[in-house]
Nanobody, 113 residues
Framework: QVQLVESGGGLVQPGGSLRLSCAAS????????VAWYRQAPGKAREWVAVSRSGGTTTYADSVKGRFTISRDYAENTISLQMNNLEPEDTGVYYCNVGPPNYWGQGTQVTVSS
């Protein structure tokens, strides 16, 4: 079993940047995919970005060109670099690995002037 802990969230102005990190309690090498999801107030959780073991990455259209997902096998961390943030990016961000699926507890990101 793997525990995931996200960090790096906060309040940022539109156009700003944040870097989220997700620390795993064990190796993430065996998982096929690592991903980030987010949940805005009153909305369902949505997928944001995924990185697969073969090296491919895919992004939701709403964040393409602004967000970058990466993983560090040596440190067992998953990161999400978020640039040019928009108010619509506000929400709780969760990291995920799988299969089987494991989730972190989430970190709040608020984009507001």
């Amino acid at each position: 079993q793997v525990q995931l802990v996200e960090s790096g969230g906060g309040l940022v102005q539109p156009g700003g940047s944040l870097r989220l990190s997700c620390a795993a309690s064990g190796s993430i090498l065996s998982f096929y995919s690592v991903a980030w999801y987010r949940q805005a107030p009153g909305k369902a959780r949505e997928w944001v970005a995924v990185s697969r073991s073969g090296g491919t990455t895919t992004y939701a259209d709403s964040v393409k060109g602004r967000f970058t997902i990466s993983r560090d096998y040596a440190e067992n961390t998953i990161s999400l670099q978020m640039n040019n943030l928009e108010p619509e990016d506000t929400g709780v961000y969760y990291c995920n690995v799988g299969p089987p699926n494991y989730w972190g507890q989430g970190t709040q990101v608020t984009v507001s002037s």
